[in-house]
């Protein structure tokens, strides 16, 4: 995340940095809800996607990790990053 006062950060996911610039408002939901469907050998959990799962933890099994709802506040929070 482009937070520079957050000290380490990781590097295991992408630079958020103007991703608003460089991803479409669908583009964004899109890896946030199943981002396999663009990179079938990513790491990055499906947020949204209940079908095809392996070792779901019991509390989320049959339910999404993130709401509806809430896929939309992620969306939403990412496209002010320009």
Not at 27 to 40: A, K, Y
Not at 41 to 58: G, H, N
Not at 66 to 81: P, W
């Amino acid at each position: 995340m482009p937070i520079p006062e957050e000290r380490f950060q990781g590097t295991i996911g992408p630079d958020l940095f103007r991703v608003a610039d460089r991803l479409s408002e669908g583009q964004i939901r899109l890896r946030i809800v199943d981002e396999s469907r663009l990179n079938p050998q990513t790491i990055m959990p499906p947020y949204y996607r209940l079908e095809k799962l392996r070792r779901v933890m019991a509390g989320y099994r049959g339910r999404p990790v993130l709401t509806a709802e809430q896929v939309e506040d992620v969306v939403a929070f990412l496209m002010t990053l320009r």
